[in-house]
């Protein structure tokens, strides 16, 4: 089999394979999009591989962390691992949220390998129109 070497490849597994797989005191970090929808902040997570079961959120305060493990898949006896690149072990990302979103409504959804949270705009921060109120006349204070 012809394979095309790429050295930098090569430095990135080999940098992997010595620092070791994330663990849950030291998580790998996962990537993730993050930008509003009309009234909704929606962040979007990559994490394929990762059965939904194994996906951990957390929100405390403003605080969210989303947790996941990817676990090596089990193996019969007879098999020889001829290549290994793809991360096992512990990921792991925390994002400060705003006070203007509204966390007791979060809708999360796992599809194709991404985690997407859905985060409404919390009503007191969308923008309202303020009634201006015609006084029949004007008062005079003294004092």
């Avoid at 790998?28 to 009234?39: H, I, N, T």
């Avoid at 194994?54 to 493990?69: G, Q, S, W």
């Avoid at 796992?110 to 009634?131: C, F, N, Q, W």
């Amino acid at each position: 089999m012809l394979m095309r070497t790429d050295p930098f490849r090569e430095l990135d597994r080999l940098a992997q394979q010595l620092m070791g797989p994330g663990t849950w005191s030291r998580p790998s970090p996962m990537p993730m999009d993050a930008y509003r929808e009309g009234d909704q902040y929606v962040v979007a997570f990559d994490i394929p591989g990762v059965s939904a079961d194994a996906i951990d959120i957390d929100v405390e305060r403003n605080m969210l962390t989303v947790k996941a493990e990817r676990r090596p898949v089990t193996k019969a006896d007879d098999v020889q691992m001829e290549l290994s690149e793809r991360p096992l072990g512990a990921f792991s990302r925390q994002i400060v949220l705003a006070d203007s979103l509204d966390t007791e409504h979060i809708q999360a959804d796992y599809d194709a390998g991404v985690l997407t949270l859905r985060i409404p705009i919390a009503e007191r921060a969308k923008p309202r129109k303020i009634s201006i109120g015609i006084g029949t006349g004007h008062k005079e204070i003294s004092g």
